[in-house]
């Protein structure tokens, strides 16, 4: 079965310091998104990405964090200069459209450590 | 203030003991309500959708209904494979204040413990 597959599994990073976490979605899917979950927190909406653009983003992310799709089948997020705050599990999902019917299926995250 | 409520926080039973999860939302324009599994370490694993009150889905021991308020995830005689955190998460209709029509707002879970 297609999955999302994302890496690193762990980041570890100093406080300052600028990180890319990457993923491949599932091939035929067309929305990709981004969430986090802090330890023992709910899990959390970053961004949303369609058609090359950003589709709809949370109050979470701010200016410090941006996304890509630098090919076919990478997505990217990329934190420019990372905080203790940061630290979390980072999932990534992707669906097949926004419709009914289209559920949005994950990875198994990348956990980053910020020292 | 929550959006979405997930109880109990934990669930402790025994093998064959059935039993239901509860999500209660308070959302308007609801588009459709989301169970994920989610086991240690690994990111949720989708299990249902359901888009109106009164559907019903199954899988294997689980069936999750929807009323106008909240859904319920029964599992039916669980087995030790069935532990983990089930989450709850909703989806709003375009245009409604809260959130927008892409990300999935989450409760924080149950989890579920099941000895054999």
């Known amino acids: 079965e297609p999955e999302v597959t994302q890496t690193p599994s762990h980041q570890v990073t100093q406080m300052g310091q600028e990180v890319i976490l990457r993923c491949v979605p599932i091939s035929n899917h067309l929305y990709f998104y981004w969430y986090r979950q802090i330890l023992g927190q709910k899990v959390e909406f970053l961004v949303s990405f369609y058609n090359n653009e950003i589709s709809e983003k949370s109050e979470i992310f701010d200016d410090q964090f941006s996304v890509e799709r630098p090919d076919g089948s990478n997505f990217t997020l990329k934190i420019r200069s990372t905080k203790l705050e940061d630290s979390a599990m980072y999932f990534c999902a992707s669906s097949g459209g926004r419709g009914d019917n289209q559920p949005q299926h994950f990875g198994d995250g990348t956990r980053l450590s910020i020292l | 203030e929550d959006q979405v409520t997930q109880s109990p926080e934990a669930l402790r039973l025994q093998e064959g003991e059935s039993s239901s999860l509860n999500c209660s939302y308070t959302?308007?324009?609801?588009?459709?309500l989301f169970w994920y599994r989610q086991d240690p370490g690994k990111g949720p694993e989708f299990l249902f959708t359901l888009y109106s009150a009164g559907e019903e889905k199954e899988k294997e021991r689980l069936k999750a209904t929807l009323t106008k308020k909240e859904s319920f995830l029964h599992i039916t005689a669980p087995k030790p494979e069935d532990s983990a955190t089930y989450l709850c998460?909703?989806?709003?209709?375009?245009?409604?204040?809260?959130?927008?029509?892409?990300?999935?707002?989450f409760g924080k879970g149950t989890h579920l413990i099941i000895q054999p």
């Open positions: 998460a909703v989806q709003l209709r375009p245009g409604y204040s809260g959130g927008g029509a892409d990300g999935l707002t």
């Open positions: 959302v308007s324009g609801l588009r459709g």
